[in-house]
């Protein structure tokens, strides 16, 4: 029973806070976070102190197993961080007001419910659950994206990204329905089991269908069109979490689909994911050098970073699987930094195009170094956590053969440094022309940013967090149906 | 690590890590704000750093008592990036004798040179950047030292590069010292270039072998287990050399060991200034004088030293190799002991003191071989023995130029009187490099000596002589002219003695350096079993005293006084004189080959294909680039019928290429 605890905990908070809302007045409705805060605090304790690493409940419809304590984990640091992130903005501290971005108690409840959704996507062991908690997962996301209600770019961001989210889960929908034809089965196993040397057209249809919905969570070319007008529509801290929670939650789908259901046929794709990754770290590199806006630029970077994880389909589970995973753990942390600056800077400015980031490191050197470590560590520069996490990634796909893929990556990287650099070169180098006002301080975006800033640094020096996510996919893969 | 093994041990990384914490800490969130606590708190962890190190050495040698077995011990390490099993960077501390030694020295010499430079660098108004980069260096030069294999070893080499760099250019508004950081970067870095092809071919060749090499040790029962590739454990394994020694490929006949050690050597000489490397290392001393004292004399120069003896079982396999080190370092001690002679600057003269000591060391390693290995402790004694005087000598200068803001020699003098703690520190030191008994250097060199003679190198022996009589000539020389005589500069006339904080690491560095030469080495430090002192050598001692004794008697012959005789003797000399102050035209004709040849003939047209085709090559890839993005960018037109169109159109490509994959 324990394993469940921890969803009940995110559940609970969350209509603890949609009904609360009811009866507080303007004033105390200040709360609301810290107590959102709070829930997600309590589960992450019980997550990392209570919940044993496997078990299985509801007739083995909901499990937990050690990849999927990751998972967990992960969703939960990324919410907490977006409501950290979010305080300053909801609560109306922000220097530059925010309009339309009140309802407090239904923002954080929502949020709440997404992470529930994708908390339950990773315990997922049948097709029902897994295509319900993803909608739960992904639902929640799209109104988020449209909250500014009086804003146009608000509203139309929410409606690109129904739109196609609900093209893709049609198209993820049809796929299951096939695989349920071939298989007349809905748990995971049984189905891997039985489409195992399975050859037949629709297979592949059903297949390509599935892969498109992971593509599309997961922002691959060119299932990813949505990813920038509604990273740059949306309001920012919803932008800070969809830019890592809808990815994470993409790679947890990912990992149920591949592993799970066509583990069987995966070592026959490489060449597939290669192209993917290939297609989809080139493109989204080459536009993002010519973005103006910090937010569609962050859009874009993080395209090219999902063809980064894609390279760690390419190997052995065994090595593939903590490559992912601590470079999700890297990518988690370094987005967010980065984004705790844009909301911050946002906040206190009001102003979003990198330009405006001119002379930053003056009028706030701890901010702008904390973003520049965070870039930094994007770009993979050693000894950051993002360099490692690439080394890993980039090793798998050159062990696996693919040396020309690997050369594209690194080719990626450099031209990724690029446009990084050009946010610190605008922070650092460029000449203040004007005398700014010196922007505020924050308590809440201070200590998120300092929160990240350190395992951004560390990570990638002590090697304790990746050989425990090692560790704990040499037990998930032991678990595994076909071992 | 087992049990008995005391706390030290364990925790042995604190050594090089608190120097990083505080470099972190100082860099980022102190200096910016407090100057004078970077200071306090880059001292603090540095002495706290030289405390540990002091623990760890106890607890070593309690293990292991002076006179018996010293194994190498690796206490504390993990796998930083592996690539495959059995191929991955690890970082790791290694505890044997010397990495002890130069830890200590390292520590120590750091702890008192950043006393020392609180009080000489205040008012600076780059204290908190000078404190953050001498921690910078303190921890990697620590890294260097404790490598348990050669990827960190050539990763801290380049930080401790990057450091020296930055210090020395620490005025970079004043022009010299902006041309000397690049010089020192560029020449160090063209011998590194030669270090990282030593690098890869010992670790590609070390992969290849070491799976026959397991077989046949039997690593796990050899108390080897666990070792990697890279490690010098394994490079240093005679079985791994035989094999290396064995394989049939050569290059231009030279076996693949050699080659490796003759390129692992361009790094060394490069870092430890060897000829004809060594042109960087006089024009360091354009950085703040602790510095020079802590990097350009006790312990980045003597990394080169290091590597050479950390490698030593290789390059003794080799015998080439050695023979080539042994060599370089004759010469090398010799021409800058000649060049020393004539030097006006005090620090340039113990720029070239430090370059012909090197050389000494370098030479006392080249000559010992796998069997005959007192060459070895000598080299480690005298570079021990060394570290504290010359970074004295160095101090002591420092706070000469303090107090009379000049460096050349002939606007001092008479300063004894004023200056009286750092005159006498100044000749204790200087009595000590000349090799003078009892003080330390006296040991050490004499140790050096008897390692030339005995193995049978009489031309090192003699060269080596003779730069004995040329060390105590040059430093009594400027002894005599700095302290002695009749003040002639304006400043020297008001000089006055240096702060506490200055005098005060004088001093403790004046009582190392009278009394370590007494350091029974050779039962701490030594290959194989330990070659006993040999007590005093008279075949050793009498020369060597003899010709320090004469270099000392020419020296205050011709500078006591006004000078008069050497300015005659310059004169006579004539061509001769003035080719040796312009130290042999070495950079004169490093000048003519770079401008030249190099410029002219062969960077010109490089510079304009350069300009043309690859300048123009890039400007044209990033131009692709740029309007690659700016078009992909309209594929985002922003219409969800597009986006709708792409992702089903991605779904038939995903089917057709699925097909054909499984058809």
Request: glycine share 10%; aromatic share 14%.
């Amino acid at each position: 029973m324990s394993i469940i605890i921890p969803e009940i905990i995110v559940l609970a908070t969350a209509f603890a806070i949609l009904i609360a809302d009811l009866f507080m007045n303007e004033r105390t409705r200040v709360y609301l976070a810290p107590a959102a805060v709070a829930g997600l605090l309590l589960a992450l304790a019980v997550m990392v102190v209570h919940t044993p690493a496997s078990g299985a409940l509801i007739g083995g419809r909901f499990t937990m197993d050690a990849a999927g304590w990751w998972f967990k984990i992960l969703f939960m640091i990324s919410a907490l961080i977006a409501v950290l992130l979010s305080m300053d903005t909801l609560d109306g501290r922000a220097r530059v007001r925010v309009r339309g971005m009140g309802f407090r108690g239904e923002y954080y409840s929502i949020l709440l419910f997404s992470v529930v959704g994708m908390m339950f996507l990773v315990s997922a062991r049948d097709l029902a659950t897994l295509f319900v908690s993803l909608e739960l997962a992904t639902l929640p996301l799209f109104v988020l994206a449209a909250w500014r209600r009086d804003d146009p770019k608000s509203g139309e961001a929410g409606l690109k990204y129904v739109v196609l989210g609900a093209l893709a889960s049609a198209f993820i929908v049809y796929g299951f329905g096939i695989l349920y034809g071939l298989t007349q089965s809905t748990d995971l196993e049984t189905i891997a089991q039985r489409l195992a040397g399975e050859r037949a057209p629709a297979f592949w249809l059903a297949a390509a269908l599935v892969l498109a919905g992971a593509g599309f969570k997961l922002t691959i070319v060119p299932f990813h069109m949505w990813a920038a007008d509604v990273y740059q529509g949306a309001p920012t801290p919803v932008t800070a979490y969809l830019s890592v929670g809808s990815k994470a939650a993409g790679l947890a789908f990912a990992f149920q689909v591949f592993y799970r259901i066509f583990g069987d046929a995966l070592p026959h794709w490489d060449m597939l994911i290669a192209i993917f990754a290939a297609l989809t770290m080139t493109l989204g590199n080459l536009v993002a050098i010519v973005q103006h806006d910090i937010k569609r630029f962050m859009a874009f970077s993080a395209i090219s970073q999902a063809g980064y994880f894609l390279l760690g389909f390419l190997g052995a589970a065994e090595e593939g699987v903590p490559a992912m995973l601590f470079y999700l753990l890297v990518y988690i942390f370094s987005n967010l930094a980065v984004f705790a600056c844009i909301i911050w800077f946002e906040n206190e400015t009001g102003k979003g195009q990198i330009e405006d980031y001119r002379g930053l490191s003056l009028s706030n050197p701890l901010m702008a170094l904390g973003m520049t470590l965070a870039l930094f560590s994007l770009a993979g520069i050693p000894p950051l956590s993002g360099f490692v996490g690439k080394f890993f990634l980039f090793s798998i796909a050159s062990k696996a053969g693919f040396h020309g893929l690997v050369a594209v990556a690194a080719v990626n990287s450099t031209i990724s440094l690029y446009y990084y650099l050009r946010v610190v070169r605008q922070m650092y180098i460029e000449p203040v022309d004007e005398r700014v006002p010196a922007p505020g301080s924050s308590v809440s975006i201070g200590l998120s940013l300092a929160l990240l800033s350190v395992p951004v640094a560390i990570l990638g020096i002590l090697p304790t967090v990746y050989e425990g996510i090692h560790a704990a996919t040499i037990a998930w893969l032991a678990s595994m149906p076909q071992g | 690590m087992d049990g008995d093994s005391g706390w030290m041990m364990q925790h042995a990384w604190l050594i090089p890590a608190l120097p990083l914490v505080s470099f972190a800490v100082v860099g980022l969130l102190i200096s910016p704000y407090w100057k004078k606590g970077a200071g306090v708190i880059a001292t603090l962890s540095i002495v706290a750093s030289m405390v540990c190190a002091y623990v760890l050495a106890w607890e070593y040698f309690t293990l292991y008592p002076a006179g018996g077995e010293h194994p190498i011990l690796v206490p504390w390490s993990f796998e930083w990036l592996r690539y495959q099993p059995g191929l991955a960077a690890n970082v790791g501390v290694l505890v044997d004798p010397i990495s002890l030694l130069l830890m200590i020295v390292v520590t120590t010499v750091s702890a008192l040179v950043h006393i020392y430079s609180n009080a000489y660098m205040h008012g600076d108004y780059g204290f908190g950047r000078y404190f953050t980069f001498l921690n910078l260096f303190t921890f990697s030069m620590l890294g260097l030292v404790v490598a348990p294999d050669i990827i960190q070893m050539y990763v801290c080499w380049e930080l401790v590069g990057v450091s020296s760099f930055l210090l020395i250019g620490f005025y970079y508004n004043k022009p010299s010292a902006v041309a000397a950081s690049k010089k020192a970067f560029i020449v160090t870095r063209f011998a590194d270039l030669g270090f990282l092809v030593g690098v890869l071919l010992l670790s590609f060749y070390g992969y290849r072998i070491f799976p026959d090499w397991s077989a046949e040790v039997g690593a796990v029962a050899n108390g080897l287990a666990g070792t990697q590739p890279v490690d010098f454990q394994y490079l240093n394994d005679p079985v791994f050399l035989a094999k290396f020694a064995a394989l049939d490929t050569t290059f231009l006949g030279i076996s693949l060991l050699t080659l490796s050690m003759c390129l692992v050597f361009m790094g060394a000489a490069g870092k430890s200034a060897m000829f004809p490397l060594h042109i960087w290392l006089p024009d360091a001393m354009e950085g703040p004088t602790p510095v020079s004292a802590l990097i350009h004399a006790a312990t980045m120069v003597v990394a080169g030293v290091y590597l050479v003896a950390r490698l030593f079982p290789a390059f003794a396999f080799s015998g080439t190799a050695a023979l080539l080190v042994a060599y370089v370092g004759a010469f090398t001690s010799l021409f800058a002991a000649v060049i020393g002679t004539t030097q006006d600057d005090i620090k340039r003269v113990l720029a070239f003191s430090t370059l012909s000591q090197l050389g000494y060391m370098m030479l006392a390693l080249g000559v010992s071989t796998a069997e005959h290995t007192l060459g070895y402790t000598a080299s480690m004694f005298h570079l021990f023995t060394h570290a504290f005087f010359k970074a004295l000598l160095f101090m002591g200068a420092g706070a000469v130029i303090h107090a009379v803001h000049t460096n050349s020699i002939w606007e001092m003098g008479g300063l004894w009187r004023k200056m009286p703690i750092t005159h006498i520190t100044f000749l204790v030191a200087t009595l000590a490099i000349s090799g003078i008994w009892p003080f330390a250097g006296f040991f050490s060199k004499d140790e050096i000596l008897a390692a030339a003679l005995g193995s049978g190198h009489y031309v090192i022996f003699g060269v080596a002589v003779l730069v004995a009589g040329l060390t105590a000539f040059y430093m009594f020389r400027i002894y005599f002219v700095t302290f002695w005589g009749k003040g002639r500069g304006a400043g020297a006339a008001h000089a006055h003695e240096a702060p506490a904080l200055m005098w005060m690491p004088m001093a403790l560095l004046a009582v190392l350096s009278a009394v370590t030469g007494f350091f029974p080495m050779a039962e701490y430090v030594h290959l194989g079993e330990a070659e006993g002192h040999h007590g005093i050598n008279l075949a050793v001692v009498i020369p060597a005293t003899l010709f320090a004794l004469i270099g000392i008697a020419m020296a205050a012959s011709l500078y006591i006084g006004d000078g008069h005789r050497a300015v005659a003797l310059a004169k006579m000399l004539g061509s001769v004189h003035q080719t040796i102050k312009q130290k042999f035209y070495i950079d004169e004709v490093y000048l003519f080959i770079t401008h030249r040849i190099i410029f002219h003939r062969i960077a010109r047209p490089i510079a304009w294909f350069d300009k043309r085709m690859v300048d123009g090559g890039v400007d044209a890839s990033g131009w692709a680039t740029r309007s690659g993005g700016r078009a992909l960018s309209l594929l985002q037109t922003g219409q969800v019928q597009t986006y709708g169109l792409w992702f089903t159109g991605g779904v038939a490509f995903v089917v057709l290429i699925l097909w054909s994959a499984l058809v």
